[in-house]
């Protein structure tokens, strides 16, 4: 695996007009949905590796610690942490970048500049950023997913309200300020994860970030066996409530609120618009 930008194997500036997307473990990783809507992107389209941060300038040891495991050739390997960059191809033909890894320990801002540095060489107008919080949100309804930006054009092309959130940031903030005052706009997509049911994965947080990915990228992608696997996680979540009789009140306690706060988003045009989607996928 290429270890530095020295080390490509594939000349940026040969993409087209690429989307892309990043997710990074740790803080901004609730349930690990964020990293896992990359991982399955990259496993789909069979991305291919082209560089990785060198670890050593922005990783504690002692907190993030390299893995030890066995290769085919039964070969003692030692991986370490890092983020790393990869190429695939949407079936629409355009380029897709990937970008995962855990959230560095240091130099935060030097490690936001190499990020946008190397997609600047690939003439990159747009970046979306994924990340998941723990929230008060029950299992048994749709996973919510916040849309963002501080571009006000793409705000007001997009129908999204400015963002009021204040507090503590993660490296997705730090790196989305970067690129925005780079001139690339940036789409931020925060899924929230039921926070009674938070230890990872939770594949119906991903398939929530992945289809709101969708509707910005006006793409559909191949969703595998995420869909059932959703289904199979909010079935097991079920069968741990039926079993804690304090668990199934809050849960039921959660649902009340849901519905008192939040309108029906069923109008014929959203009804329209996730039939169409549901038909390009079928077809492809």
């Known amino acids: ?43 789909a389209y069979q991305a291919e590796p082209v560089y990785a941060l060198d670890p050593d300038e922005f990783y504690d040891f002692q907190v993030n610690r390299p893995q030890v495991a066995f290769t085919d050739d039964d070969e003692r390997e030692i991986s370490w942490p890092t983020t790393e960059l990869k190429i695939a ?40 950023l994924l990340g998941a919080l723990l929230a008060d949100t029950p299992h048994t309804r749709p996973i919510p997913v916040s ?32 690129l925005t005052r780079g001139g690339v706009e940036v789409l931020t997509l925060w899924s929230a994860i039921p926070h009674y049911v938070s230890h990872p994965p939770c594949p119906k947080a991903t398939l929530a970030l992945l289809s709101q990915l ?38 039921a306690s959660l649902e009340q609120m849901q519905d008192a706060t939040e309108l029906p988003e069923a109008s014929g045009d959203a009804i329209a618009a996730e039939f169409e989607r549901y038909l390009r996928r079928r077809q492809g």
């Open 1 to 43: 695996m290429p270890d530095s930008p020295s080390s490509a194997t594939r000349d940026l500036r040969d993409l087209v007009n690429p989307a892309v997307v990043m997710a990074f473990g740790g803080w901004n990783d609730a349930g690990n949905a964020a990293t896992g809507a990359i991982e399955h992107l990259a496993e």
């Open 89 to 128: 191809q949407l079936p629409d033909g355009r380029d897709l970048i990937l970008v995962e890894g855990l959230e560095p320990n240091l130099r935060w801002r030097q490690f936001s500049t190499m990020i946008a540095s190397a997609l600047s060489s690939a003439d990159v107008t747009r970046v979306h």
């Open 147 to 178: 849309v963002s930006t501080t571009n006000r054009e793409l705000m007001k092309q997009l129908g999204l309200a400015p963002a009021t959130y204040e507090g503590p940031t993660g490296i997705i903030g730090v790196l989305g300020d970067t």
């Open 214 to 251: 969708e509707r910005v990228l006006d793409a559909s992608f191949d969703l595998g066996e995420l869909t059932e696997l959703a289904r199979a996680w909010e079935r097991g979540v079920d069968e741990l409530a039926a079993e804690d009789s304090e668990v199934a009140e809050y849960v």
